[in-house]
């Protein structure tokens, strides 16, 4: 089982839903860096189960820093970080053992690794897994924000509710405001009609998934290769390392494919103060895997919470049979508003592996 990602910035991720702690390795932090380690608890609050639209399950999700730093200030050696469990409630899930729960991971990991699998909570396939990546992307944030390079996203749609996309510019206003919100849109108008999407979902029982749309603002020209290690690739293979996301588009994505090239193609053009920009960006700042410049560009799409409390088929892997059955405990009627410091995280990290020393 790899736990590992990363080249010039690696993670390691350990841990279980319901076990005693999860955290995180970072190896590859330059020694010096002052952390703002309010800035990172900020990052873990977003994600934090308890707030509005979320599992009522209650985690401060406190980072215990246990190496690599000394006095606030990055040692070079490797980050180690502990997120402690306490609120966890295995007994809602005494009756899962056999029971493969529709659309999570019960059954893969069962055939996988036998009765040895953790199936309290998903155990090493829950979302709750991403705390860690959350803390070790907000040391990355930091790094970039140092290269005047930022991260920033919006909910792009829930369910049918779709929000406006962004443009060419993404102004630090607009950045500044997603980022101090609770519910980011870029169409307010449309707040209140996605917030009423989720909670009439939560009413029948059932989920609602989403899109998510990341920027990534400052990134200069010329970073990425070609092929296999390109910006896209790298950048996709921690996005699908997050559990809930089932697609991946860069700039306008499929959308793409259905424009004429004299549609599709971003024209360059010097600006006043005679930098290269294109006037749109349709490709999302990355062209042959490599950056143009333009804001980086993506969006996931996320799909609706397994977890349901509607009644459901299913097999009983004890008893051979086809069953019926409904989940109890506590789930999020939609998880895109917390997975959105996931992706940003994710978004830090993969551009770090470029532009970092």
Request: charged share 25%.
């Amino acid at each position: 089982m790899s736990s590992t990602w990363g080249n010039k910035l690696k993670i390691t991720v350990f841990g279980e839903s319901h076990g005693t702690a999860i955290g995180v390795v970072v190896d590859g932090v330059p020694a010096g860096v002052e952390l703002d380690v309010g800035a990172i608890k900020a990052q873990m609050a977003r994600r934090a189960p308890g707030g509005d639209f979320s599992t009522p399950r209650k985690e401060a999700d406190e980072p215990e820093i246990l190496s690599g730093v000394m006095d606030g200030v990055t040692e070079g050696t490797p980050i180690c970080a502990v997120i402690r469990n306490t609120n966890t409630k295995s007994s809602d899930y005494s009756a899962l053992k056999d029971v493969m729960r529709p659309s999570h991971a019960d059954y893969g990991y069962r055939v996988r690794y036998g009765e040895h699998n953790d199936y309290r909570g998903g155990g090493a396939s829950s979302g709750r897994l991403t705390a860690p990546v959350v803390f070790a992307g907000a040391i990355a944030r930091q790094l970039l924000a140092q290269k005047g390079i930022k991260v920033v996203s919006h909910i792009l749609s829930v369910a049918d509710v779709e929000d406006d996309r962004f443009g060419t510019e993404i102004s630090e206003e607009t950045i500044k405001s997603l980022s101090g919100s609770k519910f980011p849109m870029l169409n307010a108008e449309k707040t209140e009609t996605a917030k009423k999407a989720i909670e009439d979902a939560r009413k029948d029982g059932d989920s609602v998934g989403g899109r998510i749309e990341c920027a990534v603002v400052g990134v200069p020209a010329g970073y990425g290769d070609p092929l296999f290690e390109s910006i896209e690739s790298v950048a996709a293979s921690i996005l699908f390392s997050v559990p809930a996301v089932k697609g991946i588009e860069f700039g306008n994505g499929f959308g793409i494919a259905q424009k004429r090239g004299s549609q599709a193609n971003d024209e360059w053009y010097f600006d006043e103060g005679k930098n290269v920009k294109t006037r749109t960006n349709n490709n999302g700042g990355v062209l042959g895997g490599i950056s143009t410049g333009m804001p980086i560009v993506f969006n996931v799409a996320i799909k609706p919470t397994a977890s349901i409390f509607k009644e459901q088929n299913t097999v009983n892997l004890a008893t051979g049979e086809n069953v019926r059955f409904s989940l109890k405990g506590r789930h999020d009627p939609c998880i895109v508003v917390r997975a959105l410091p996931v992706i940003e995280a994710a978004a830090a990290l993969a551009v770090w592996q470029f532009v970092g020393e």
